[in-house]
């Protein structure tokens, strides 16, 4: 409830409280059954941020800070990487990859793409080429 009236929010907090409703109010923070955060979204990344409540300036001053730290291709990188794994994981039985090396080969992968995205998305012919590269430099 956000209204400029503190009396009308609590009475709608306290009904939706009865009521077993969400509720988030703008006044009554004790009231709140729920918190909506900031939500920043690139591509299928999202990242939720709360102070519950203790400073929202902070909290949107934070969001765009970490907004200009996320690389543009964000996306890119993310559809490139859950293929990645599904080829890791169902696609590529001929190497028999144990868990330690799967976890190993993802790191690497992540390490790569956020040092240099743009070198490594184009740095490929497939999965395999990719994985042999990467293998190769351990």
């Known amino acids: ?8 929010n609590d009475d709608i907090a306290d009904y939706c409280i009865k009521e077993s409703i969400l509720i988030n109010t703008a006044t009554a923070v004790n009231a ?9 979204r690139k591509g299928d990344l999202l990242v939720g941020i709360s102070s519950a409540g203790a400073s929202p300036l902070f909290v949107k001053k934070l969001k765009h800070a970490i907004d200009d730290i996320i690389p543009d291709n964000m996306e890119e990188i993310l559809t490139f990487l859950k ?21 190993s080969i993802f790191i690497k992968a992540v390490d ?11 740095n ?3 999965f395999k080429e990719y994985l042999e590269r990467i293998l190769k430099d351990e």
């Open 32 to 40: 709140d059954t729920c918190i909506v955060p900031p939500i920043l």
């Open 112 to 122: 790569s793409l956020l040092s240099n995205p743009e070198k490594e998305l184009n």
């Open 1 to 8: 409830a956000c209204t400029n009236e503190k009396s009308i």
């Open 83 to 103: 293929s990645l794994r599904e080829f890791v994981l169902h696609e590529a039985p001929w190497c028999n990859f144990t868990s330690e090396e799967r976890k």
């Open 124 to 126: 490929h012919a497939g």
